[in-house]
């Protein structure tokens, strides 16, 4: 129940008194399984909740001796089950006994189906060693009823999904196995919520790691460093993150309280800050070896004294601004190509000074002159530098700004469509409990369909709980996300007081 998407039920002849007593385990379902951990309000059974998660039910009767006519009307094999499954009149407690299992199944199993097979061959003989006889010697009867039943079950076998739409893949089924058994080991009633919980610990800690390996993927295939500007590196940062956001919300399930989101969010941007650094070393490298090789005439005139003669002054400035300007033609320098500069001409300025006091073609008023200006455009290069700082910093902010808005967009989108589908789920539930109460009051059984009230009332309220979600869905997604962007981006509270202003409104 706990782990198939369809369950296949075998009997011989008919359905019968017999065949439901054999049956009867499900009667005792309510003991064995709980699907949530705390108790259900105004004493409601837990049960009711069974049929969001247990399988389709398939009554397969083998060996079928009856004809499928009812009254002198002809019946479908599905008519044949309901028929079977409607409650007996009376008190006397072997019926209350034998309508146990109908009831049961018609509480837990809204989607019903029924097969009926003839013998596969009317030669004794041969039944008694049906494993060796070849499917074309089989009674032309059973084996279009088993292509019929084959062909059901390829088509409307569902893979096993658990409540709220979580989908049971090869390891997640691995985990539940192991979930339940060690629950039974201990003396304990398997519990579907508990299980989900233990399962989301392992497919969410799997959903961060894959997500941030799909980042690291993407920026590696798509980043060329050094990158031309930070920029260019930010928004390569974007459409990646953007990716791992979709596989990291793909993945992930019941992360109430944005546990391993947060996890993620901190994994990317540390992984953001490696990429910036690295483009930063990148550039570095670059634009020292390519000043070096600029630079290297300059250096060799200096050791050779080239520049210590009258006039050697002007000489040098003119050599230093050809490098400067070659400098600016190479491509793709890099977010440090300026800073590089700056070190170059600052590791410059004691040899500038001591070549403009040697130089005799030029006055002291000339050269004081010419001290004054190198200051003033030093000071230039030094306001320019913390200009582009400034600049970078204010890049860098609004990124996590529209970091911020990609995770909330995300987030948003997630737990509405996980609302969406709670709310399908609590509607069909109520739906099927509608119809067992309708058909029990028409059969006559006026007290057991009273009885479904407590069960039916229950789930009104939480689909209107549901439904009120929406209006605080929002706020709830604003004030999470925010939590997560302060503490995996450092500096981002300003950020973040700001972004409060503007969705207040949202908020009431």
């Given at each position: 129940?706990?782990?198939?998407?369809?369950?296949?039920?075998?009997?011989m002849?008919?359905?019968?008194h017999?065949?439901?007593?054999?049956l009867?385990?499900?009667?005792?379902?309510?003991?064995?399984?709980?699907?949530k951990?705390?108790?259900?309000?105004?004493e409601?059974?837990?049960?009711?909740?069974?049929?969001?998660?247990?399988?389709?039910?398939?009554?397969?009767?083998?060996?079928?001796?009856?004809?499928?006519?009812?009254?002198?009307?002809?019946?479908?094999?599905d008519?044949?089950?309901?028929?079977a499954?409607?409650?007996?009149?009376?008190?006397?407690?072997?019926?209350?006994?034998?309508?146990?299992?109908?009831?049961?199944?018609?509480?837990?199993?809204?989607?019903?189906?029924?097969?009926v097979?003839?013998?596969?061959?009317?030669?004794?003989?041969?039944?008694?060693?049906?494993?060796?006889?070849s499917?074309?010697?089989?009674?032309?009867?059973?084996?279009?009823?088993?292509?019929k039943?084959?062909?059901?079950i390829?088509?409307?076998?569902?893979?096993?999904?658990?409540?709220?739409?979580i989908?049971?893949?090869?390891?997640?089924?691995e985990t539940?196995?192991?979930?339940?058994?060690?629950?039974?080991?201990?003396?304990?009633?398997?519990?579907?919520?508990?299980?989900?919980t233990?399962?989301?610990l392992?497919?969410?800690?799997?959903?961060?790691?894959k997500?941030?390996?799909?980042?690291?993927?993407?920026?590696?295939?798509r980043?060329?460093?050094?990158?031309?500007?930070?920029q260019?590196?930010?928004?390569?940062?974007?459409?990646?993150?953007?990716?791992a956001?979709?596989?990291?919300?793909?993945?992930?399930?019941k992360?109430?309280?944005?546990?391993?989101?947060?996890q993620?969010?901190?994994?990317?941007?540390?992984?953001?800050?490696?990429?910036?650094?690295?483009?930063?070393?990148?550039s570095?490298?670059?634009?020292?070896?390519e000043?070096?090789?600029?630079?290297?005439?300059?250096m060799?005139?200096?050791?050779?004294?080239n520049?210590?003669?009258?006039?050697?002054?002007?000489?040098?400035?003119?050599?230093?601004?050809?490098?400067?300007q070659?400098?600016?033609?190479?491509?793709r320098?890099?977010?440090?190509?300026?800073?590089?500069?700056?070190?170059?001409?600052q590791?410059?300025?004691a040899?500038?000074e001591?070549?403009?006091?040697?130089d005799?073609?030029?006055?002291?008023?000339e050269?004081?002159?010419?001290?004054?200006?190198?200051?003033?455009?030093?000071a230039?290069?030094?306001t320019?530098?913390?200009?582009?700082?400034?600049?970078?910093?204010?890049?860098?902010?609004?990124?996590?700004?529209?970091?911020?808005?990609?995770?909330i967009?995300?987030?948003?989108?997630?737990?509405?469509?996980?609302?969406?589908?709670?709310?399908?789920?609590?509607?069909?539930?109520?739906n099927h409990?509608?119809?067992?109460?309708?058909?029990?009051?028409?059969?006559?059984f006026?007290?057991?369909?009273?009885?479904?009230?407590?069960?039916?009332?229950?789930l009104q309220?939480e689909?209107?709980?549901?439904?009120?979600?929406?209006?605080?869905?929002?706020s709830?997604i604003?004030g999470?996300?925010?939590?997560?962007?302060?503490?995996?981006?450092?500096?981002?509270?300003?950020?973040?007081?700001?972004?409060?202003?503007?969705f207040?409104p949202?908020?009431?």
């Open positions: 129940m706990l782990l198939s998407s369809t369950f296949i039920y075998n009997s002849n008919t359905i019968n017999q065949a439901l007593e054999q009867h385990f499900v009667t005792e379902l309510t003991e064995l399984i709980r699907a951990a705390s108790s259900t309000p105004d409601v059974e837990d049960s009711f909740q069974f049929v969001s998660f247990f399988p389709d039910f398939v009554w397969v009767v083998r060996d079928f001796i009856l004809e499928l006519v009812i009254d002198g009307r002809y019946i479908t094999e008519e044949y089950l309901e028929d499954l409607k409650l007996i009149p009376g008190k006397h407690p072997k019926i209350k006994y034998s309508n146990m299992p109908r009831e049961c199944i018609r509480h837990f199993f809204p989607k019903r189906k029924c097969f097979f003839d013998r596969p061959t009317n030669d004794l003989k041969a039944l008694q060693h049906l494993e060796n006889i499917e074309a010697n089989l009674d032309g009867n059973f084996q279009m009823q088993l292509e039943f084959c062909s059901y390829l088509t409307n076998a569902k893979t096993k999904t658990l409540r709220e739409g989908i049971v893949t090869g390891n997640r089924l539940l196995v192991v979930t339940y058994v060690n629950a039974i080991n201990s003396g304990e009633v398997p519990c579907l919520e508990n299980a989900v233990t399962l989301a392992f497919e969410n800690a799997e959903a961060v790691r997500a941030a390996d799909h980042y690291s993927q993407l920026m590696a295939q980043l060329k460093l050094p990158t031309d500007t930070l260019e590196l930010l928004s390569v940062h974007a459409v990646c993150e953007r990716k956001i979709t596989v990291f919300m793909e993945r992930s399930f992360d109430n309280k944005r546990e391993f989101q947060e993620f969010m901190n994994i990317i941007e540390k992984k953001k800050e490696g990429f910036l650094l690295q483009n930063e070393k990148a570095v490298k670059y634009c020292q070896a000043l070096e090789r600029l630079s290297e005439p300059l060799e005139s200096i050791s050779r004294g520049f210590c003669v009258p006039g050697g002054y002007n000489l040098y400035l003119e050599t230093k601004k050809k490098i400067e070659d400098y600016k033609l190479v491509p320098k890099g977010v440090k190509a300026n800073e590089v500069f700056q070190y170059f001409l590791s410059q300025a040899i500038e001591s070549i403009l006091q040697l005799k073609a030029l006055t002291d008023g050269k004081a002159l010419a001290a004054v200006w190198a200051k003033k455009k030093a230039e290069k030094e320019e530098l913390l200009r582009e700082k400034q600049k970078a910093q204010q890049q860098m902010m609004e990124d996590k700004e529209r970091s911020f808005q990609e995770n967009a995300q987030l948003k989108e997630k737990v509405e469509a996980e609302r969406q589908l709670l709310l399908m789920e609590q509607e069909k539930m109520l409990k509608l119809k067992v109460q309708e058909e029990l009051l028409t059969e006559g006026k007290k057991k369909s009273e009885a479904l009230n407590k069960e039916i009332n229950q309220k689909i209107e709980a549901t439904k009120k979600e929406e209006s605080s869905v929002f709830q604003v999470a996300v925010g939590k997560m962007v302060i503490a995996a981006q450092p500096g981002a509270a300003k950020l973040w007081d700001t972004r409060m202003k503007l207040r949202h908020l009431k």
